[in-house]
Structure formats: C-alpha cells, structure tokens
C-alpha cells in the first residue's frame, strides 16, 4: 500500500489549508486511517484518526474544534480540514492507515505510512 499525502505549504497564523492523502488501493477503505505530525526537535504526535465508515473521529486535544478529518472512499482519500491555524501547529503532517476498521492514537495502531507534506505557519 502507497500513501501520497500533499496540500501542506506556508499559511498566516489564523489562515488555513486542507491536507489531502491518497492510498495506492482499496485497502484504506477497509481500515482507519489517521493523521500525525512531527516538529523539528518534537516526537511524533497523534493528530487526528477516522474510522473505515467515517462516522468515528478522534481528535488531539490541541486541535480538537479547529481541524476536521474526513474521507473519500470512492477517492481512497482521507482529508484534514486545518482551520484557525497556529505557528505551534508547524510540522510535517503524515497520514497513515490503521491496521483495523477502528484505531485510536497510538502510532502502533497503523502499518502503513505516508511521506509527509510541510505545514509552515507564519506569526
């Protein structure tokens, strides 16, 4: 399974971007699938994950109001929604499908992984 996420660039702080992630096949539509990200100098950190229907989200804390994640089945694609955006929310963004239909924040939880697309957040 390939992963392809892009939509990252540079935003305005309160400005925002919609990230995008396309799996190789149909197997994203039998799995969840969830967002992550990662600071320059920071560990990994759960973002946001969706199960295979898509009517189970979850969502980290620090952005929980502000990101929406969803999918595509039809597309193989998930999305994440970033709006009001802050200079903290600057990082590499991974997507990645869980091994089950369900999967929460643990980066365990997930096999299979993207390349990551950049988000810059100016002040």
């Known amino acids: 399974v390939q992963l392809q996420a892009f939509g990252g660039g540079l935003a305005q702080a309160g400005g925002s971007l919609r990230l995008s992630c396309i799996t190789s096949?149909?197997?994203?539509?039998?799995?969840?699938m969830g967002w992550f990200r990662q600071a320059p100098g920071k560990e990994r950190e759960f973002v946001a994950t969706i199960s295979w229907s898509g009517t189970s989200t979850q969502y980290a804390d620090s952005v929980k109001g502000r990101f929406t994640i969803f999918r595509d089945n039809a597309k193989n694609t998930v999305y994440l929604q970033m709006n009001s955006l802050k200079p903290e929310d600057a990082a590499v963004y991974y997507c990645?499908?869980?091994?089950?239909?369900?999967?929460?924040?643990?980066?365990?939880?997930?096999?299979?992984w993207g390349q990551g697309t950049e988000v810059t957040v100016s002040s």
């Open positions: 096949r149909r197997t994203g539509s039998n799995n969840a």
């Open positions: 990645a499908v869980a091994r089950g239909s369900y999967a929460g924040s643990d980066y365990k939880s997930y096999n299979y």
